[in-house]
T-cell receptor, first 114, second 112 residues
Framework: EPEVTQTPSHQVTQMGQEVILRCVPISNHLYFYWYRQILGQKVEFLVSFYNNEISEKSEIFDDQFSVERPDGSNFTLKIRSTKLEDSAMYFC????????????FGPGTRLLVL | QKEVEQDPGPLSVPEGAIVSLNCTYSNSAFQYFMWYRQYSRKGPELLMYTYSSGNKEDGRFTAQVDKSSKYISLFIRDSQPSDSATYLCAMSFNNAGNMLTFGGGTRLMVKP
């Protein structure tokens, strides 16, 4: 069964450094998402992406965040200058098409900012 | 008032019990309702998806939506120790972006 994959599984970085989290969505899916989950808290929406542009973003997704689909398979989340409060589990999700609303999640990248 | 609320638990039941998990929500514009299961430090795994009020059954799982009461439920019959996990409800509006709004999750423990 096709799955969303994410790399790396764990990332430790220093405050102020840039990080790029990578995702490979399910191959025939058209909509892509990033969510995050701070330890012990709710899963929170960050951004949705369709047709090579952002379709929706939350207040969390400020100028320090960006997303890109650099080729036909990868979907990345970049944090330009990490802060301590960016420490969280970051989940990528994908959805096949409009009218079919189910999103499938990857295993996540655990980001720790020191 | 929080948008989506769930009792965090933990809910502890004996193996074979029927489990009832619930969420309430405040925004009547939510149209799609999902239940995800999340094992510790893993990604959410989709269990059930429903649209509008009514029931939907899949094996041991039944999802129920009551939009008039803004209340959704997940029932698990013949619960197994492997069902021990955190159960997240999630919902979305009818728009192209389709962001999911999650509840905080209910931790379920099924004891052998």
């Amino acid at each position: 069964e096709p799955e969303v994959t994410q790399t790396p599984s764990h990332q430790v970085t220093q405050m102020g450094q840039e990080v790029i989290l990578r995702c490979v969505p399910i191959s025939n899916h058209l909509y892509f998402y990033w969510y995050r989950q701070i330890l012990g808290q709710k899963v929170e929406f960050l951004v949705s992406f369709y047709n090579n542009e952002i379709s929706e973003k939350s207040e969390i997704f400020d100028d320090q965040f960006s997303v890109e689909r650099p080729d036909g398979s990868n979907f990345t989340l970049k944090i330009r200058s990490t802060k301590l409060e960016d420490s969280a589990m970051y989940f990528c999700a994908s959805r096949r098409r409009e009218g079919l609303e189910t999103q499938y999640f990857g295993p996540g990248t655990r980001l720790l900012v020191l | 008032q929080k948008e989506v609320e769930q009792d965090p638990g933990p809910l502890s039941v004996p193996e074979g019990a029927i489990v009832s998990l619930n969420c309430t929500y405040s925004n009547s514009a939510f149209q799609y309702f999902m239940w995800y299961r999340q094992y510790s430090r893993k990604g959410p795994e989709l269990l059930m998806y429903t649209y509008s009020s009514g029931n939907k059954e899949d094996g041991r799982f039944t999802a129920q939506v009551d939009k008039s009461s803004k209340y959704i439920s997940l029932f698990i019959r013949d619960s197994q120790p492997s069902d021990s996990a955190t159960y997240l409800c999630a919902m979305s509006f009818n728009n192209a972006g389709n962001m999911l709004t999650f509840g905080g999750g209910t931790r379920l423990m099924v004891k052998p």
